[in-house]
């Protein structure tokens, strides 16, 4: 990580950092890339000046599940593009999907979206590994060549498409475990999904459209828990969706079994009403499911069940959506909505306190991808590197995507009224989002 030799005094914000709960008004001071001194009453000798009043000061935002598309769907998003939309949306860490062209199956790959993310220098881009060669589910990819290349992979997935061969899922499992190594789980049972377009139910019948069943993803669960358990190995299981998925997370985790979980800002926020309006904006994988599917991903954040909440940020260019339902690709964009959905949905429903939806965005992500490797810590305290995010939780705005700083708009949000907003994003010592602008990219 680069440091910078510039001063920086956060003034009056209120800190927070996990375990920590949240401060009185405090300041902080940054040099030479780490926190010198929290305190009142700092003098600002030489030092640029954040004025952080009626805003909570909070480690950087850690998102372990986008989609940068490079290489090869530069068109969509590329390493800048998404660099920008994660620090407008207060992310300092971003962890990239392995579903590019050519995939990220390999050290060379790997090694290229890494460097790309260091050569931007507004966030660190960590990218994820394929668990087999091209994402073909036919044979393990080099993940040892990856694990111990410059970019250190320490996740692997096929995610956007599922392992199907247990056998193969079974070795990448052995293999991961000896290596310290993450496999994050997409799970679908496709052989249930083909031609799918939305959730299967009541309104996929209304609307005329092919249903893709909850039970494809929670068979894909149930087998990847059974195999973690068996190998021993650490399993995420991304993007949840489903009352009876959370319930088999919630046993496994009574089992005390290395199983951990996501679940994005759209999957506790939409449900499968939303679509009677056809808006393929609003089409994903895993899809929106009901009404009690979203009160049961709610419980799970709520007791504990789930881990992290990720984005799934999954640009795709005009044309892509704006196209007939079953032509349109999956996916919506979420880096710059993901805080304000948090505060509007969680927090200000109480499904979450405020420290409680923070550590599902700072500290649990970054221990699960053992940050630490990479010098980053995932606490605002004296000494540590300066990687931080200034909100103002009560500021409202109207989501209007045509102001993302990502090359695509694909967001079911526009003219939303939402409570939340990213004023300062500071990453490795240097301010990358000031006043909502973002900093021109480090020379």
């Not at 679908?188 to 459209?209: K, P, R």
């Not at 540590?384 to 009560?394: C, E, K, L, Y």
């Amino acid at each position: 990580m680069r440091g910078n030799s510039q001063k920086i005094l956060i003034k009056k914000g209120r800190v927070y950092s996990p375990g920590a709960g949240i401060s009185s008004e405090i300041d902080v001071l940054i040099h030479e890339g780490i926190i010198k001194r929290i305190d009142r009453g700092i003098q600002p000798t030489g030092a640029k000046i954040l004025d952080a009043e009626g805003c909570i000061v909070s480690p950087g935002f850690i998102d372990m599940h986008v989609h940068l598309r490079e290489p090869g769907m530069e068109y969509k998003e590329d390493v800048g593009s998404g660099s920008r939309a994660a620090v407008s949306g207060g992310f300092t860490v971003v962890c990239c999907m392995p579903n590019t062209d050519p995939p990220i199956d390999n050290a060379s790959v790997a090694e290229y979206v890494f460097d790309r993310g260091v050569d931007e220098g507004l966030c660190m881009v960590l990218p994820h590994g394929a668990i087999t060669q091209g994402r073909g589910g036919k044979a393990l990819a080099p993940m040892g060549e990856m694990g111990s290349c410059r970019a250190m992979v320490r996740g692997f997935s096929d995610d956007g498409s599922t392992v199907t061969d247990s056998e193969i899922m079974r070795r990448a499992m052995e293999y991961a475990r000896t290596m310290d190594s993450l496999i994050i789980s997409h799970c679908e049972d496709v052989s249930l999904t083909a031609g799918g377009q939305m959730n299967e139910g009541f309104y996929s019948t209304l609307l005329g459209l092919r249903g893709i069943p909850r039970e494809a993803e929670e068979i894909g669960v149930f087998r990847d828990i059974c195999l973690s358990e068996k190998t021993n190995a650490e399993l995420h299981i991304a993007h949840v969706s489903t009352a009876e998925t959370i319930m088999l997370l919630r046993d496994a985790k009574r089992r005390n079994s290395r199983v951990t979980c996501e679940v994005t800002p759209h999957h506790f926020t939409l449900d499968d009403s939303y679509l009677v309006t056809y808006d393929t904006n609003l089409k994903v994988n895993p899809p929106l499911r009901s009404r009690a599917d979203v009160e049961a991903v709610l419980e799970g954040l709520a007791d504990g069940t789930v881990d992290v909440i990720a984005t799934d940020h999954a640009p795709h260019a005009l044309h892509e959506k704006e196209t007939e339902f079953d032509r349109a690709e999956f996916g919506m964009v979420g880096l710059e909505t993901c805080l304000a959905l948090v505060i509007s949905v969680l927090v200000e429903n109480g499904v979450l306190s405020l420290e409680g939806a923070l550590e599902k965005m700072t500290l649990a992500p970054s221990r699960i991808m053992r940050l630490e490797r990479f010098g980053y810590s995932p606490l605002i305290e004296e000494g540590a590197p300066a990687n931080i995010t200034v909100f103002n939780p009560d500021f409202e705005w109207v989501v209007d995507p045509q102001m993302f700083k990502s090359r695509s708009k694909n967001s079911p949000f526009a003219g939303w009224k939402v409570k939340g907003k990213v004023i300062h994003t500071i990453f490795s010592g240097r301010v990358v989002l000031e006043n909502m602008e973002v900093k021109a990219k480090l020379e």
